[in-house]
Nanobody, 116 residues
Framework: QVQLVESGGGLVQAGGSLRLSCAAS????????MGWYRQAPGKQRELVAT???????NYADSVKGRFTISRDNAKNTVYLQMNSLKPEDTAVYYC??????????WGQGTQVTVSS
């Protein structure tokens, strides 16, 4: 089992920045890929960015050049630096961990609200 706890969400004006953190505990050494997903009201949950245990990253087109995902394996933490935020980035952001035995774990989510 892997437990994930997100932090860092909040209210920010358009053009501002936020950094989300997700700390993993439990069977954290089994984690392969970690990522951030988001879900806006009335919409499906969508991928934002992922980072593998080796550091390979993947981004949604909508956030490329504005968001950066990073991972500190020593601290078992993944980060999402969000710059140049737009109102359409408003959503609940979820951290996800995928293990080497292909199990998925989710955090509880953190709200990000970008005002225009």
């Amino acid at each position: 089992q892997v437990q994930l706890v997100e932090s860092g969400g909040g209210l920010v004006q358009a053009g501002g920045s936020l950094r989300l953190s997700c700390a993993a505990s439990g069977s954290r050494f089994s984690i392969n890929v970690m990522g951030w997903y988001r879900q806006a009201p009335g919409k499906q949950r969508e991928l934002v960015a992922t980072v593998s245990s080796g550091g390979s990253t993947n981004y949604a087109d909508s956030v490329k050049g504005r968001f950066t995902i990073s991972r500190d394996n020593a601290k078992n933490t993944v980060y999402l630096q969000m710059n140049s935020l737009k109102p359409e980035d408003t959503a609940v952001y979820y951290c996800k961990a995928n293990t080497y035995y292909n199990a998925n774990f989710w955090g509880q989510g953190t709200q990000v609200t970008v005002s225009s």
